[in-house]
């Protein structure tokens, strides 16, 4: 598959924003209700704060061509914010692409993030440990996530 992974920039802000509802969607249903789909991607991102957000951290889009088949972000502080993969795209080598991307792109001792359910196996794949369960409430609805965190040899 031809994959080109470059740096986010600013007018990918809606498809990006579009992907995550449509994955977020597609592939966590089976892991969370419709109410807590809707909670967590509403269809109504905010771009200009999906925009200074990606623009603030280090972001990277991967494309295959010519159309955005996922995106990624990580901060100075090691902490993975976003990874998704465009729902028909799956298990393609994506996902860990990007992630090998986001995290050689910052020179620190520790990388954590907030799994879903569904993506935990893949982080737990690539040597990240579950260290909490937690449970974030959005419009009255709980939804169960993980920190999970990875030590790198930096």
């Not at 977020?24 to 249903?29: D, Q, S, T, Y």
């Not at 910052?106 to 196996?121: D, E």
């Amino acid at each position: 598959m031809d994959l080109n992974i470059r740096k986010y920039d600013e007018r990918d802000t809606a498809a990006l924003a579009k992907l995550f509802y449509e994955t977020v969607h597609a592939v966590c249903a089976g892991d969370y209700t419709a109410a807590q789909l809707s909670c967590w991607a509403d269809g109504r991102p905010d771009l200009g704060a999906w925009k200074e957000s990606l623009s603030a951290h280090i972001s990277y889009v991967a494309e295959s061509c010519g159309k955005i088949v996922g995106f990624g972000d990580i901060d100075k502080s090691g902490y993975l914010d976003r990874l998704f993969v465009h729902k028909d795209f799956l298990r393609r080598g994506i996902a860990g692409r990007l992630c090998d991307v986001l995290e050689t792109s910052v020179s620190v001792r520790r990388i954590y993030t907030h799994s879903s359910v569904t993506a935990l196996p893949f982080f737990l794949s690539r040597g990240y440990i579950a260290v909490s369960e937690e449970y974030a409430e959005r419009d009255g609805e709980r939804l169960k996530y993980f920190v999970a965190e990875k030590i790198t040899r930096f």
